[in-house]
């Protein structure tokens, strides 16, 4: 057989294989819906009729909770992750001038130039521009390449085994919210099952296979709930300091070195970049973070004395002229450009005389404006 076919056939095992964990995951929760609504609220609710008032009661928030733990759940694993805009890949003639070029220098060079007209703030290690050789793009700020995807993802988290999908811009949102609602979920199960798993210690169960479900049912839930309750102090801290996973683990490099409170721009707004500015959408798995993925306010640039000729090239003169063609090609949405342009500084400490100034959608002109 053909390498590339034996290769094809390996891709699609593998791709099947990754679902196992959800697979694992969905059976474990439609037993915990068998074993909740059927065996604790209504056979118990049939064995004894002072329960039944409890046991209503119970199965209407259960049905709350599951509906939403549900809910976000799908949206993480089904919402596909968002790549590059095609702005940010190399051009045909960039390509073949790319390839020209053996010279890890000269290839910088190039890089660079095209760099100068995309708002990328972000360097590797060494200062060169975040290049990705498999997608033949640079890399927009907090974006890396999914080796299980293979392929960039905008704000990249982390690729997560258990949705079967990479957590990135646009279903961080689903999945704080798959954390949250997986914990109350858990948690409610604990807390409602708590005086059944007495009774059971003493004696004050029917002798029903009801029982057992009852016993591994709050096993089961309160061992879950200790795991998310600490994944999601861990993600709520995370949004509060604005960092991805992998930022958390290794810190960004801006121009003048690595900042790891480099996105960060105040708790309210780190906090409305992932839920949005509307209160009404934050509990629902719909999405409504802000901005476009691939470009992100930050508060070092700033800092930067370079930063009025650089990324964009351009200086603060002939900016009105670039404006037209400046990244991004999209107007942000209304709610985006809320966040963006109503609050008058991207630093830490707001100051109410800037906020005439602004005025561009665009974060990075604002931050510009700024310099
Ligand atoms: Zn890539
Ligand atoms: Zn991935």
Known sequence: MAPSGSRSIKRG??????????????????????????QLCIVMMMTCLCLFVFSVVYLLVYHAVFIMFVWAYWQTIFTKPMNPLKEFHLSYSDKELLEREDRGESQQEILRRIAKDLPIYTRTNSGA???????????????????????????MDHHCPWVNNCVGFSNYKFFMLFLAYSLLYCLFITATDLQYFIKFWTNGLPDTQAKFHILFLF????????SLASLFTYHCWLVCKNRSTLEAV???????????????????????????????????????????????????????????????????ANKGAAEGRQFPSKPLRESQSRLLTSTPSWTESDSATDKDKKGASNPGMTIENEA
Request: proline share 8%.
């Open 13 to 38: 095992c593998q791709r099947v294989l990754y679902w196992i964990p959800v697979l694992f995951i969905a059976l474990i929760v439609a037993w915990s819906y068998y074993a909740y609504v059927l």
């Open 129 to 155: 521009i975040r290049f990705c050789d498999r997608c033949q793009l640079l890399k927009p700020d907090r974006c890396h390449h999914c080796s299980v995807c293979d392929k960039c993802i905008l704000k």
């Open 219 to 226: 096993f089961s839930a309160s061992m879950f709930s200790v």
């Open 250 to 316: 290794r810190a960004p490099v801006f121009r003048h070195g690595t900042d790891k409170n480099g996105f960060s721009l105040g708790f309210s707004k780190n906090f409305r970049q992932v839920f949005g500015d509307e209160v009404k959408y934050w509990p629902i798995p719909v999405f409504s973070s802000l901005g476009d993925g691939c470009s992100f306010p930050t508060c070092l640039v700033n800092l930067d004395p370079e930063q009025p000729s650089s990324p964009t090239g351009s200086n603060p």
